[in-house]
């Protein structure tokens, strides 16, 4: 019988393998290179490696990029609401610099670099990423531009 506990403490204890998994990849014609990831804190690399794990299994030989998730973040590839084209509508063209909702709300960095606690609970990142890719493209993300957009967040 797993507890709560144990439950939530098994991804921390993955890290290790999946940073080992992360870096081994090979990078492959066509691919980008994987994402540095090394000043990402525990709970963000366990993030990391939960959504390349779901990519993985769509492609076993999925690497994170960080600099696909730049362009998916920065990019306008419509599909979503008019007044939210982009990431950057809301949150601006720097994850460590704050955003304003469409109402003028202020949203804080994305960057775990200057807001630490970013990324760190994957139900929430799991949210915002559902409720954000609807906004901007007019659909859910794939596991792989998860993947990439947190790889790229987690870089900056």
Known sequence: MTTRVARRLAPAALIPA???LLAAVPVA????????VTAAGPAQRAVLA??????????PGFTPSAERGRTLFTGSPG?????????????????RQGGHSRAGKPIA???????????TDAADVA?????NCAEVLGRDCTAAEKADLVAF????
Do not use: F, N
Request: glycine share 6%.
């Open 29 to 36: 014609a066509g691919r980008a290179a994987p994402a540095d």
């Open 109 to 119: 960095p994305l960057a775990p670099s200057v807001v630490p606690a970013r990324l």
């Open 50 to 59: 939960a959504q390349v794990e779901a990519a993985r299994a769509a492609d």
């Open 127 to 131: 949210k915002w990423l559902r409720r």
């Open 153 to 156: 967040l987690i870089s900056q």
């Open 79 to 95: 599909g979503g609401k008019p007044d939210s084209p982009s990431c950057t509508s809301c949150h601006g063209d720097d994850p």
């Open 18 to 20: 999946a940073l080992v």
